[in-house]
């Protein structure tokens, strides 16, 4: 369980990647013509304007546990506005995702690089070492924003990946499934909690080691 001064560093950490989640979801929608983002107000990097209060509570409390898994709350789309809508959903919804990869990523750069040796500077010991835990959070934590939001259960981003892929019947169904998404998102975060746990937890670490190299 991370030490409390720790979480509350990693607070900022914890916002941030929350946020460029969302900011991605809106950018890309914007890009491929859609206003509503902007409009609403959702193309920015304000906290307040993106925070899903439950959550982030989920965020918190998962993290303390040792992985973290969480939402904000998602950015309105208007696929009309896409030259494909079908290609242009995908594209926003595997755009959160893979801005936390990216966060990932630069957070596991100077753990590598420290690892490797490559890293030594003229700085207070105990200093650097925080900074090396602190990109190991940012790390973890972006990883489970990732890979969380790409389980495929509305209104989580891979809903929208499935979607992509289903037609006719099959797609009528998965709509009409999405109305209940949130309800049966809670029920297997409650029902699987513990074998969740284990193997989302056992999949981020190994993710943090491709990573970091530690």
């Known amino acids: 369980m991370p030490e409390l001064y720790m979480l509350i560093l990693a ?7 929350l946020v460029l989640h969302e900011f991605a979801h809106g950018l890309v929608s914007v890009k491929l013509g859609d206003p509503t983002p902007k409009i609403q107000g959702r193309l920015s990097l304000n ?11 989920m965020l918190i409390l998962s993290f303390i546990n040792g992985v973290g898994f969480g939402w904000a709350k998602p950015v309105q789309i208007n696929p009309n506005y896409y030259k494909n809508a079908i290609k242009g959903s995908l594209l926003v919804a595997v755009a959160g995702p893979t801005a936390n990869l990216m966060l990932a990523l630069f957070f596991g750069l100077p753990i590598r690089l420290f690892s ?3 890293l030594n ?3 207070n010991l105990e200093f650097f070492l925080l900074i090396i835990k602190l990109c190991y959070i940012g790390v973890m934590l972006n990883l489970s ?3 969380f939001n790409l389980l495929p259960i509305p209104p989580l981003d891979g809903s929208k990946v499935v979607r992509y892929f289903l037609r006719g019947r099959a797609l009528d169904v998965y709509n009409r499934v999405e109305n209940y998404g949130f309800y049966i998102l809670i029920i297997f975060l409650l029902v699987f ?3 969740f746990s284990y193997y989302f937890s056992t999949m981020i670490q190994f993710f943090v080691y491709l990573i970091t190299g530690t």
């Open 11 to 17: 607070g900022p950490v914890i916002l941030f990647s």
């Open 47 to 57: 906290p307040l304007v993106h925070l899903d209060p439950l959550g982030t509570l």
């Open 116 to 118: 490797k040796g490559f």
């Open 121 to 123: 500077l003229p700085i």
């Open 145 to 147: 924003l990732a890979f």
């Open 193 to 195: 909690r513990d074998g």
